[in-house]
């Protein structure tokens, strides 16, 4: 059973950079034509996408991010990841990560649990 | 780009039925039908419930059924129950191959 599991730090101080890990476990990640994602949400807030992985290998960003964030793939490890730069308080949220069909862009499908990461020094 | 517009609350008596609105624009919602919908518990992550405006991924309930008429799409759920208060979301791919989720939505069943 496909199983998605973020990890990384949960303290990151301002202005440095959040690195996060969403390992796939139960299917290969270049098995079939999937893509990769990650959202996040602010404590009591909502969803906000952050950025996608085509299967094809182009990645796209959310216009607001785009300048600090990065999305890369370790198909070794099976594993993507997730890299925020210039990180402040409004980067505090939970970030997940996520698989949909490709080239569907039909919707998030599977679901991590979820990390949290807090930006305080 | 803007996040879709959903209401802030919507409440329904057990049984009855009640729609959720997200209102976006001809560069998402109304432009592909690539509308999803999810639903978030209290401290759990978010599952899908409707993709492609229409369909239900396996394993969930026929009382969920969505639709879309212009740039405003729609969340209806049927025979309300206690265990679907919870936050919706619906998202919208774009026309710059980005993705927007709506404000959310809190159902509470009375």
Known sequence: ?121 | QSALTQPASVSGSPGQSITISCTGTSSDVGRYNHVSWYEQHPGKAPNLIIYDVINRPSGVSNRFSGSKSGNTASLTISGLQAEDEADYYCCAYTTIDTYVFGTGTRVTVL
Request: charged share 15%; net charge neutral; hydrophobic share 30%.
């Open chain 1, 1 to 121: 059973q496909l199983r998605l599991q973020e990890s990384g730090p949960g303290l990151v101080k301002p202005s440095e950079t959040l690195s996060l890990t969403c390992t796939v476990s139960g299917d290969s990640i270049t098995s079939g034509r999937f893509d990769w994602g990650w959202i996040r949400q602010a404590p009591g807030k909502g969803l906000e996408w952050i950025g996608t992985l085509y299967y094809g290998g182009a990645i796209y960003y959310n216009p607001s991010l785009k300048s600090r964030v990065t999305i890369s793939v370790d198909t070794s490890e099976n594993q993507f990841f997730l890299k925020l730069n210039s990180v402040t308080a409004a980067d505090t949220a939970i970030y997940y990560c996520a698989r949909e069909p490709g080239p569907s862009n039909s919707g998030w499908h599977t679901w991590g649990q979820g990390t949290l990461a807090t930006v305080s020094s």
